[in-house]
Structures are given as C-alpha cells and as structure tokens.
C-alpha cells in the first residue's frame, strides 16, 4: 500500500546541554513518495534524522521505523535505512569503490554491486584515485551511492544535492525516481532549495524552532492553495496562517 506509514514519530523531544533543540514534533512519512523536510537553518532537521538513524537517542517521544522503535530495536532499523547526513565520511586513501565495498561487507548484503551504484550517480570510470582527492560534488555523489547501495528500504538523505552541478542535480532527481519506482524505496530528504523541493516531493514537512507545524502534501499547495512552495514556506516562517 502506497499510503501506509514508514516512518512515525510521536512526541519526540531532544534536549542539548538543557535546551530542547527538538519539542512536540510528529511526523508521517508515507511508504513510497519523497518527503521533503524544511526549515530554517538550526530548526532541528538534522537532529531529527539523528534520531531517526539511532545517531542519537530523543530525550522524550518516538520514532518507529517500518514498525520498529528506533531505540529498542535498532539493529532492524539500521538494516532497512541507508543515509546521508552532514559531509560524509569516508576511508580518504581508500578508492570510491573500496570505500563502497567496506560498506556493502559492514551491511552483510550485495545490494546494487559497486559498479552499478558508481554509474547510478555518475561516478563510472574514475578508477583508483582516492576519495581524499575527490572534488566537492564527487564526494556528495559518492555519499548518495554508498547511502543506496545496500538496497535499503528508506532513504534518509540530509542536504543530498548540496555541492552538486545542475545536471548532477538532474540526474539525481532521475536516479530517486528510479529507486521509488523501480525499487520500492522511501526518501526522506532536505534542502534548502525550494525549488527543488517541490519538483521531486510528494509530502513536505516544516519544522521552526524545533516543532513540525506542517505536514502537507505538494499535490494541496499546488491545486488547493494554488501558490509555490517558495510562498507557502515564507508565510509559515514569517507566522502567518496557511491551513
Ligand atoms: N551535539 C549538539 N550539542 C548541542 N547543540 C546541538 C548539537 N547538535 C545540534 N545542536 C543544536 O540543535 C539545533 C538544531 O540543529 P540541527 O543541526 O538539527 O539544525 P538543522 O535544521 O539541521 O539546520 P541546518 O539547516 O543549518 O542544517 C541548533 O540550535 C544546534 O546548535
Ligand atoms: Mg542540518
């Protein structure tokens, strides 16, 4: 079923050195669609994704992923996600496909092989060099494919098309629609670029000042409300009422 829940949180609450940087945040993400997650600069969206990766623990609330509580049942969890969160890290004197190895060995699973997930990101033919000599964009792409090749069932990417060229920025939307439709994956990503945004989500979330206020599906602000992404987002952060 399309519609189904993935990923539920409930309540969740992340307090840092006493602040709650995160508070009464739910979130649905329906199986199947790309959900885009928006806020301001130090809304909590990376943080969030922490949680929901077992990166960290929430300090009240839940997340459950495919079922699963995302602190008891962790194991289970890491298995079904693969992610990109922040810069991503890598073996630097190790090559793009050794690094991807490594990851396939850790993950118990042959997953899209390295070859094929080095040409779903347009990473084909570039040998032995190592990744610490990789530009910007490389490394990025290189996170995309190292967050899918194990063939996880959700993606959770942070920032994925930061740092990219737009035809890069092309092919990835390309390559997200192919991992939906071809093999039935989930992705929950952000950007800070709206206009990405609404071509590639279904569903976008807003979080502002640590709370997820909206959930709405890009198929409503279009139609319904008949305004761009950009606009709906300004009148949610400038306090205005949308729904
Ligand atoms: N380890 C930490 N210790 C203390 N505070 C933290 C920690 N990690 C994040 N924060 C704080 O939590 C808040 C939310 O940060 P977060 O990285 O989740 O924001 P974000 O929405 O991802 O922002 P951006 O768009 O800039 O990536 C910020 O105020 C940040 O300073
Ligand atoms: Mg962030």
Redesign the pocket.
Same mark, same amino acid.
């Given at each position: 079923m399309k519609n189904e829940p993935i990923i539920l949180i409930k309540n969740l609450a992340k307090k840092?050195?006493n602040?709650f940087?995160?508070k009464d945040s739910n979130m649905t993400v329906p199986k199947g669609c790309v959900y885009g997650f928006l @806020?301001?600069?130090?809304? @909590?969206?990376?943080? %969030?994704?922490?949680v929901i990766t077992g990166l %960290?623990s929430p300090t009240n609330g839940t997340a459950e992923v495919l079922g699963f509580d995302v602190t008891k049942d962790r194991e289970k969890v890491l298995q079904s996600i693969g992610s990109l969160i922040?810069a991503p890290v890598f073996y630097e004197h190790l090559s793009a496909s050794e690094n991807l190895e490594l990851h396939l060995d850790y993950m118990g699973a042959e997953g899209f092989g390295t070859k094929t997930a080095l040409d779903m990101v347009g990473l084909n033919g570039i040998g032995s060099k190592p990744v610490g000599k990789f530009s910007l964009g490389m490394r990025q792409r290189l996170g995309i494919a190292r967050a899918f090749i194990h063939k996880p069932k959700i993606l959770i990417l942070?920032?994925p098309i930061n740092g990219l060229d737009p035809i890069g920025i092309r092919d990835i939307r390309n390559l997200f629609l192919t991992l939906i439709q071809k093999h039935g994956m989930t992705i929950l990503l952000?950007s800070?670029i709206l206009s990405e945004i609404e071509h590639i989500a279904d569903v976008v979330g807003v %979080?502002v000042n @640590?709370t997820v206020v909206q959930e709405i599906s890009l198929e409503q602000i279009k139609d319904k409300m008949d305004i761009r992404l950009e606009e709906y987002f300004f009148n949610i952060m400038s306090g205005g009422n949308i729904s």
């Open positions: 840092f050195d602040t940087v995160v @806020g301001a600069n130090g809304a @909590g969206k990376t943080t %969030i994704f922490k %960290i922040e942070d920032e952000s800070h %979080i @640590g």
